[in-house]
């Protein structure tokens, strides 16, 4: 089974308008990490922002921020006032408990397309 | 400061030679990843490294796949008698401990002919 879904393969939103990336995660784990990161078309992946299995409260960085809902086990990312910049594939990832590997999952993204 | 760096930044290769990927992570870093990034596969973890541990190689697809890390610091990824299937980009990371945030490098696109 898949442990990070990711349902929208493209996306498209205009420029200065909010939009809701989906992201739902599988673990059986009560601790894990999630994490989304940026894919512009130049290939490096970049950080945005991570949330923590026990933290109380949605992250924000910036422009960006998470709706964790636990429960329904979706960690959504929230891009307010799009921008050109932002046109890039998105990928939510997790990271499983503690004290063995601490490596990532990845969904198979999202390609996030800004209109003028 | 400086961030992930990994050369070469393209590679192209006959099928059946032996390639090395270098990583050198954020400096302080204790932790290295790699992944791969395929069209058919998405991104996939291949192996990780914490200080003096030993390595997590779960990841590796084959034999022919190996890593090392030299003075807890540069990684050397490499494959040998490529296939055309490992035609990807090998992307590596760092993180400052085990459990913290992973910042990639940009990765290098391998072209197996």
């Known amino acids: 089974a898949q442990k990070i879904t990711q349902t929208q393969p493209g996306m498209f939103v205009q420029e200065k308008e909010a939009v809701t990336l989906d992201c739902t995660y599988d673990?059986?784990?009560?601790?894990?990490?999630l994490f989304w990161y940026k894919q512009p078309s130049s290939g490096e992946m970049i950080f945005l922002i991570y949330q923590g299995s026990y933290d109380q409260q949605n992250a924000t960085e910036g422009r960006y921020s998470l709706n964790f809902q636990k429960a329904r086990k979706s960690a959504n990312l929230v891009i307010s006032a799009s921008q050109l910049g932002d046109s890039a594939m998105y990928f939510c990832?997790?990271?499983?408990?503690?004290?063995?590997?601490?490596?990532?999952?990845f969904g198979k993204g999202t390609k996030l397309t800004v209109n003028p | 400061g400086a961030g992930v760096s990994q050369s070469p930044s393209n590679k192209v290769t006959e099928k059946g030679k032996d390639v090395e990927l270098r990583c050198d992570p954020i400096?302080?870093?204790?932790?290295l990843y790699w992944y791969r990034q395929s069209l058919g596969q998405g991104l996939e973890f291949l192996i990780y490294?914490?200080?003096?541990?030993?390595?997590?190689k779960s990841g590796l697809p084959s034999d022919r796949f190996s890593a090392e890390r030299t003075g807890g610091s540069v990684s050397t990824l490499t494959i040998q008698r490529t296939q055309q299937e490992d035609s990807a980009v090998y992307l590596c990371?760092?993180?400052?401990?085990?459990?913290?945030?992973?910042?990639f490098g940009p990765g290098t696109r391998l072209t197996v002919l």
């Open positions: 673990t059986s784990d009560p601790s894990y990490g």
């Open positions: 990832a997790m990271r499983e408990g503690t004290g063995g590997s601490e490596k990532l999952v």
């Open positions: 990371a760092s993180s400052l401990e085990r459990e913290d945030t992973q910042y």
């Open positions: 400096s302080g870093h204790t932790a």
């Open positions: 490294f914490q200080g003096n541990s030993a390595p997590d």
